[in-house]
């Protein structure tokens, strides 16, 4: 699996490379938002072990479990718009916003056509 935009080093769970763990439509639909944005997307969460997701307060049922979530640092609300922007027109249906990152994921076993509130 490429990527044009992400390295594998950027995808870690609890400090170990996990990109091999990440579902491959959604690094294809981060690309395309990541293009559509123009500006960097930083990941500081991608897939998380029951273990690591437990110890840092995840759902219980979170989309990082299955490797179909990431989180994007995000601080300036002009590339928060530009972000849920591009995430939208790439394919996403399950956003979330936080004060400083952004959660999108593909994990069709949750609600759809959402935009959550951290």
Not at 3 to 17: I, P, V
Not at 55 to 74: E, M, P, Q, T, Y
Not at 90 to 98: E, H, M, P
Request: aromatic share 8%; hydrophobic share 40%.
């Amino acid at each position: 699996m490429r990527s044009k935009y992400f390295t594998e080093k950027e995808f870690k769970c609890a400090g170990l490379l996990c990109f091999d763990k990440m579902n491959k439509t959604l690094i294809d639909m981060l690309d395309v938002a990541r293009e559509v944005a123009g500006v960097p997307f930083k990941i500081t969460s991608s897939y998380r072990t029951e273990e690591h997701n437990a110890k840092i307060g995840g759902a219980k049922n979170s989309a990082h479990l299955r490797g179909n979530a990431v989180d994007i640092a995000c601080t300036s609300s002009q590339n928060r718009l530009i972000i849920v922007d591009a995430l939208i027109t790439a394919g996403f249906t399950r956003i979330g916003v936080a004060k400083t990152f952004i959660h999108c994921d593909i994990d069709e076993a949750l609600p759809q056509n959402v935009i959550f509130l951290y």
